[in-house]
């Protein structure tokens, strides 16, 4: 199998620089393992565990599939009630866990715990601004997430194809591309951009490990790069989601002046898990990228990294190569 070397693979101790997106109800133990074995690095969800001790569990879980290594996701988000988030931590090193991916808010308050049992700690951002801060911190890399991206993109709009060089012309650490990635065409681009490696959420929840059900699979392989909505929009709490009947009744009530009360019942947490488990995609919002324009296929998480990764360096080996005519030579 072909080994593409990058800053993040020696630095996270990985075979190959393909990420899985720690994403809500998805990012548990039978896909963070499969995609680890494979030689990508896998993420379980954290906070998709109901407890601290259920967390454990699901580590220990992911420990009998694969004993390469995978890491935890562990996303900081305002609430009315936050969750024990010393608990998780607690549980994550106790767990023997090295690699964090912290997400949202700022990670500071969680670096401490972490340096001191050797975790090395990534993190998501979605501008060059919040990356340099997440660097100055002392993050040991970053994840950058283009416009493109399922989720949180951030309020800035801007696309991967300049956000990622524009991160590389600042960024002395590692740090990965996510946002629009989903085969090696993508790692490839990420790579000439000057990112170290690819992170993907969208892609992988079409995989055959991937816990949501089978249906909402088959409606992002037949959806397009256009089947997406962009909620909150006003509230400046941007989120890209599929676009079905109630995504597109929340961006009506917003864009007409509603406030977030106006679409609460719409967009509760509850109604998005329902959609993963029962396959109903109208029952509420649920996630997922403009990517979902170029997948086309659900296979087991280790054929997809396999796939990428020899792909990849097939395009560079050949089609560019083949590009650079000797100097003095006409192409």
């Keep these: ?62 420990r009998k599939l694969t004993d390469k290594p995978f890491g935890v996701n562990l996303t ?7 969750p024990p988030y010393d608990e998780y931590r607690r549980v994550i090193v106790d767990e023997g866990i090295t690699i964090v991916e912290t997400a949202g808010s700022n990670p500071e308050p969680h670096l401490e715990l972490f340096r001191s049992h050797g975790v090395k700690v990534l993190h998501k951002c979605t501008s060059v601004r919040h990356a340099l801060k997440a660097q100055r911190i002392g993050v040991d890399a970053v994840s950058i997430d283009g416009f493109e991206c399922a989720g949180h993109p951030g309020e800035d709009d801007i696309p991967g194809l300049v956000l990622i060089p524009a991160a590389a012309d600042k960024l002395t650490i590692p740090f990965i ?17 000057g990112a170290d490696g690819i992170n993907m959420g969208s892609r992988f929840m079409c995989t055959v490990e ?56 719409l967009v509760a947490g509850a109604r998005g898990r329902t959609v993963y488990e029962n396959g109903d995609v109208e029952a509420g919002i649920w996630s997922v990228g403009m990517v ?6 659900i296979p087991t ?29 006409a192409s």
């Design 301 to 329: 998480a280790g054929d997809l990294v396999r796939r990428i990764v020899n792909e990849a360096a097939e395009i560079i080996r050949g089609r560019l190569t083949s590009l650079v005519a000797p100097v003095g030579v």
């Design 177 to 193: 591309a996510s946002g629009g990635f989903g085969d090696a065409r993508g790692l490839v681009a990420a790579l000439a951009l």
């Design 292 to 297: 979902q324009g170029i997948i086309h296929d």
């Design 210 to 265: 991937s816990p949501i059900d089978q249906v909402v699979k088959q409606a992002i392989v037949d959806a397009d790069e256009r089947d997406t909505e962009l909620i909150f929009r006003p509230l400046r709490n941007t989120a890209r989601v599929a676009k079905n009947s109630v995504s597109v009744e929340v961006v009506r009530i917003l864009n007409e002046g509603g406030q977030f009360a106006d679409v609460q019942h």
């Design 1 to 62: 199998m072909s080994v593409l070397n990058t800053r993040f693979t020696q630095l996270f101790g990985v075979e190959h620089p393909v990420v899985q997106g720690g994403m809500q109800w998805v990012g548990r133990a039978e896909l963070a393992a499969a995609v680890s074995e494979a030689g990508g690095l896998g993420l379980i969800t954290a906070l998709t565990q109901p407890t601290p001790a259920d967390l454990a569990k699901e580590i220990q879980k992911a």
């Design 76 to 82: 900081i988000l305002p609430t009315i009630t936050p």
